[in-house]
């Protein structure tokens, strides 16, 4: 499964075509997935340094509240997204039941034509 922005377009409709797209819309996946994981790492290189710089500079009980303070943010923002991507997978995932009894698909039809209809050309299209 590919995201969809980095789904491509061929306008080629063969199958040799159809791989190769394949192909390269893994290798765009893979390096998006290249890319997140080195600024994660980059991320964590940074907040490595200045929670040294920080040990270095404030007393343990700022730290600490500083600490506290930021794995909450932390929680309530990855609790937030998670909401956030449940919601649109759900949304994503709603396969509506459509009625498609007579009353339904009578709603549906519209008679475009002037003249009235005999009730055989009325029996032929609800054929």
């Known amino acids: 499964m590919v995201l969809t922005n980095l789904r491509l377009r061929c306008?080629?409709?063969?199958?040799?075509?159809?791989?190769m797209i394949e192909k390269a819309e893994k290798a765009l996946l893979t390096e998006r997935i290249k890319t997140i994981n080195k600024k994660i790492d980059e991320y964590r290189k940074r907040s490595a340094v200045i929670n040294q710089q920080l040990d270095d500079t404030v007393s343990v009980?700022?730290?600490?509240?500083?600490?506290?303070?930021?794995t909450k943010v932390r929680k309530r923002e990855y609790s937030q997204t998670k909401a956030r991507h449940i919601k649109k997978l759900d949304q994503l995932n709603v396969v509506q039941d459509m009625d498609l009894s007579g009353e339904q698909l009578k709603k549906w039809i519209v008679n475009t034509c002037i003249k009235a209809q005999v009730k055989g050309e009325r029996k032929k299209v609800f054929e």
Do not use: D, L, M
């Open 11 to 19: 306008p080629i409709k063969t199958p040799n075509a159809k791989q």
């Open 61 to 70: 009980n700022v730290k600490s509240h500083v600490s506290s303070h930021i």
